[in-house]
């Protein structure tokens, strides 16, 4: 029954290939595992996880591990994006624009022209 509850989020932990993921339901609650790619990966969990449990739910348990912590994401420039537009993504602000510039000073000399393609580090902040 909890299992369903929470189908949303493990769904979500499978569409972003969580790697060593296991479920287990055991007296009302249900135990989640496993390692996402990065810290931004797993804090999608986290707010899926909240979304349909509240902010604090008794009814679950995740020990949600990350293979990549030294950046938050790696993000693929996609048609049509800017760097703002990428910020706000990730951050919530399109200001944080110049922090993933700055990550990205390698392979990005301006940071009105980005490429398809393209991937970017997007830093831990």
Do not use: C
Not at 30 to 38: D, E, Q
Not at 86 to 115: C, E, M, R, T, V
């Amino acid at each position: 029954m909890v299992k369903a509850k929470y189908q949303a989020v493990l769904d979500l932990g499978e569409s972003l290939n969580i790697q060593n993921g296991d479920v287990k339901e055991e007296n009302g609650q249900l135990k989640v595992w496993g390692t996402a790619n990065t810290p931004y990966e797993k804090d999608l969990i986290w707010d899926k996880i909240k979304e349909v449990g509240g902010e604090n739910p008794s009814d679950i348990m995740a020990d949600i591990k990350v293979a990549d912590s030294s950046v938050y994401h790696r993000h693929t420039v996609k048609s049509g994006e800017t760097l703002g537009k990428i910020a706000i993504q990730y951050y919530g602000k399109a200001s944080k624009y110049q922090d993933i510039f700055k990550a990205n000073s390698d392979i990005l000399k301006n940071p009105d022209l980005i490429h398809p393609d393209q991937e970017l580090i997007i830093p831990n902040l």
